[in-house]
């Protein structure tokens, strides 16, 4: 089997083509990323991910950009290469510095240490965080 | 084996102590948490580890909260039930409000999700993104 | 270093070649995958995984085709690249159709979303799951 | 910070409540387990997490069962203990006996050994699965 | 559904009773461990893991020491709790002094830092290495 | 977004051509990979991390090969394509042999399958454990 088919604008079927419009419009952008012609294979999967991820990464209590981070961070941990492609990505075009950058794969990096060494060292919780 | 002996302020040597008092004056606190008197243990990992952290969570491009923020973000994916739990201390003590919280959740949960989305579609990264 | 050596029928010693007409025969396939030609470089794992895999993914009370979904799900978990492009065909020469295949994909998707959201609100397990 | 407040019926909001109605009236069950509980201090995730588990979830190409097992699966290879504990018990009310049971921790434990060896082994994906 | 039944020497089956002895004979040990205990819920299972891991991590080109190292690496990566508890002790039974504890955890957790960095930045792997 | 810039030798500043010489002259070798190059990029972080990593793997308590074999362990683990590659040839330049080596795939592959088992079991941590 070959990778998943790539659904282009043009070969979409209407569902499809309504979520294509509203990632466009919403992103402002020309293009659709393969992540989402790849779900396209799967019409339903395709609008309640993308529907989730409308409202989630929403501004909300928390900016876009500082979600783009999070988001960074989650797919660095994960190590997977798509997501840490296209959210840096994202994450500069919501005004992601180098020297941000550089600190969240810093912070990343760091926490994903110090998980194995409470682990590793058997830390109980402290009461204090209970 | 015992889970590893935490070692206290008044029984540490002075290699520890020393690090101990940084770890009180830089959070202005009065008391160390159990990661650190774990790792107290093994005094070079203690400083190494310290310095480290003290370092990389300081003001700079990103500021304290956003890094506790993916600092958390980063121990859930983990779930390294520890850090997660000290993690959300240290970022409400930085100004984390309920609603970041949730937000910071949900957009843990979705990467995550999203993450493995790409994978099993077995997306192939966009030109955009190289 | 180059990646392992891949041994091929032709080259490999009689235990190998044990290994490989059992494969061949129990799939009723003409060819051996790259996963098995690299273990073949070390007989003695090649023999006892290929042991292992046979015994535990023969019909029993879970039928094939439901155990290569289980296994393709933790594949995808794991973000191992090449166990999720080999057991999707696995599973889709077991009979795994379109629909089911994104029907898995929004299952794993969804679990590695809850697993987190679990992890994150730090939720404690109620009496009647003990 | 003690772990997230659970939010019981009576204490509920009207948008949570009406959650919980619908956990209820589609498990057909009598009692909300601590994962929505503690979702419920942001309804907004409860409820988009709800629709989407009860779209995912529901009956399609792959039976209510097989969509379990895969979430067990999952929830093993992530290690998380109370999605594991939770969905164990929802794979035993639609059915998964004591032998369904192990095969699905022998697959689980066999996919996660093979993925390693897997990237140990750097294999290369073959030309038929791509 | 409580979790597993832990079977007893005294209420097991003679195909379990006999891994149960030949655990016993091979560790020199006078009393088995839960995890087999719980293993033996499925006695096809028991043999076979057992099977495995005494043929593993028997002695050979590495010593058994340094098999319950890496065993132990591998657990506190997977932030697996019994098995961090498990093998630190068969590792102190195999001569793991508390300096060669520490220096482990201090590269777990090094290595857990550096393979995020390595993802965050986009290492692509170099000539010299392939 | 392209992948980070490498930093070469020629274009590098002062801060990170002196971490550049002492990488040469600690590893007696001619070439800085890839790794290196794209920290450089981020000095601080580059220094740091190579001051971390030449303190933890330097010989102590551990061999300097018993250290690569652990951090190949957690690589594998995490499915970390670079660090696999970097690290086995490490490996080998300081005394792994092809049987060392088969032995490290065959414990890490053991080790997450048995983690599994161990959570998908939900098997209690034995009081002599503790």
Known sequence: ??????????????????????????????????????????????????????????????????????????SVTNQCSYCIASHIVSAKNKGMTDSMCHELMAVVGMANESNRLAAGYQVEIDEQFK
């Open 1 to 74: 089997m070959a990778p998943q088919r790539l659904v282009e604008y043009a070969d979409a079927c209407p569902e499809v083509r309504a979520v294509y419009d509203d990632i466009l419009a919403t992103r402002k952008s020309d293009w659709i990323n393969n992540f989402w012609k790849a779900l396209a294979n799967d019409p339903a999967t395709l609008r309640r991910t993308w529907e989730s991820v409308k409202q989630i990464m929403a501004p909300g209590a928390l900016d876009p950009l500082t979600k783009e981070l999070i988001y960074v961070a989650v």
